[in-house]
Nanobody, 124 residues
Framework: QVQLVESGGGLVQAGGSLRLSCAAS????????MGWFRQAPGKEREFVAA????????EYADSVKGRFTISRDNAINTVYLQMNSLQPEDRGVYYC?????????????????WGQGTQVTVSS
């Protein structure tokens, strides 16, 4: 089992930045993929970014490339999502997710572990 707890959401003006954190506990994460998804009101949950915990390359949704950065701190089992140049279309509930293995999937059903989500609101 992997437990995930997100934090760092909030209200920000368009063009601003936020950093989300996801504290992980439970199983050793060295063989896991850590991902971020988001869900806007009335829309399906969508992939945002993911990385291999053991240090492989990260992947991003086209809509956030160049603006968002996913990273990790092995010492404290935490994954971050740095979000810059936020736009109103970035609003939604952001979820941290984890899956065992070494392949990054863009579909939420491939992830077994989920946090409770953190709200991000971007005002125009």
């Amino acid at each position: 089992q992997v437990q995930l707890v997100e934090s760092g959401g909030g209200l920000v003006q368009a063009g601003g930045s936020l950093r989300l954190s996801c504290a992980a506990s439970g199983q050793t994460l060295s063989s896991h993929i850590m991902g971020w998804f988001r869900q806007a009101p009335g829309k399906e949950r969508e992939f945002v970014a993911a990385l291999r915990w053991d240090g492989g390359s990260a992947e991003y949704a086209d809509s956030v490339k160049g603006r968002f950065t996913i990273s990790r701190d092995n010492a404290i089992n935490t994954v971050y999502l740095q979000m810059n140049s936020l736009q109103p279309e970035d609003r939604g509930v952001y979820y941290c997710a984890a899956r065992a293995g070494y392949t990054i999937y863009y579909i939420d059903t491939q992830y077994a572990y989920w946090g409770q989500g953190t709200q991000v609101t971007v005002s125009s």
